[in-house]
T-cell receptor
């Protein structure tokens, strides 16, 4: 069964550093998403991406965040200058298209900012 | 009012018993509804979509009440492996199909 994959599984970085989180969505999916979950809190939407552009973003997704689909398979989330409060699990999700609204999640990247 | 509200539990359930829990949502424009399951420190996994007519998948039954804006999940013949946090999730197509998650209901099935 096809799966969303994410790398790395765990990233430790110092405050102020840039990080890039990588995702490979399911191959025939066209809609891509990033969510985050701070420890002990609910899953929160960050951004949705379709046809090489952002279709929706949350208040969390400020100028420090960016997304890119650099090639036909990868989907990346970049945080330019990390803050302590960026420490969270970051989940990538993808959705096929059309009338199917079900999103499938990758295993997540645990980001720890020190 | 929270967009998606759930009883956090935990619901302590004897193995083999039935457990049911609800969630409520505030946005009447929500159009698609799901139950996801999340194990500790893992990703949400789609359990089932919830349809207006209600739907069943094995031991799991989901119901949607649009008038009262609540969704329910019932688990029959609980197994130890059903222990998890169950996330109520709604989708608004008007908002880029982003998913809005509830805080989850924790279920602990005990022998």
């Amino acid at each position: 069964e096809p799966e969303v994959t994410q790398t790395p599984s765990h990233q430790v970085t110092q405050m102020g550093q840039e990080v890039i989180l990588r995702c490979v969505p399911i191959s025939n999916h066209l809609y891509f998403y990033w969510y985050r979950q701070i420890l002990g809190q609910k899953v929160e939407f960050l951004v949705s991406f379709y046809n090489n552009e952002i279709s929706e973003k949350s208040e969390i997704f400020d100028d420090q965040f960016s997304v890119e689909r650099p090639d036909g398979s990868n989907f990346t989330l970049k945080i330019r200058s990390t803050k302590l409060e960026d420490s969270a699990m970051y989940f990538c999700a993808s959705r096929r298209s059309g009338a199917s609204y079900e999103q499938y999640f990758g295993p997540g990247t645990r980001l720890t900012v020190t | 009012r929270k967009e998606v509200e759930q009883d956090p539990g935990p619901f302590n359930v004897p193995e083999g018993a039935t457990v049911a829990f609800n969630c409520t949502y505030s946005n009447s424009a929500s159009q698609s509804f799901f139950w996801y399951r999340q194990d500790c420190r893992k990703e949400p996994k789609l359990l089932m979509s919830v349809y207006s007519s209600g739907n069943e998948d094995g031991r799991f039954t989901a119901q949607l009440n649009r008038a009262s804006q609540y969704i329910s999940l019932l688990i029959r013949d609980s197994k130890l492996s059903d222990s998890a946090t169950y996330l109520c999730v709604v989708n608004s197509r008007a908002a880029g199909n982003k998913l809005t998650f509830g805080g989850g209901t924790r279920v602990l099935v005990k022998p």
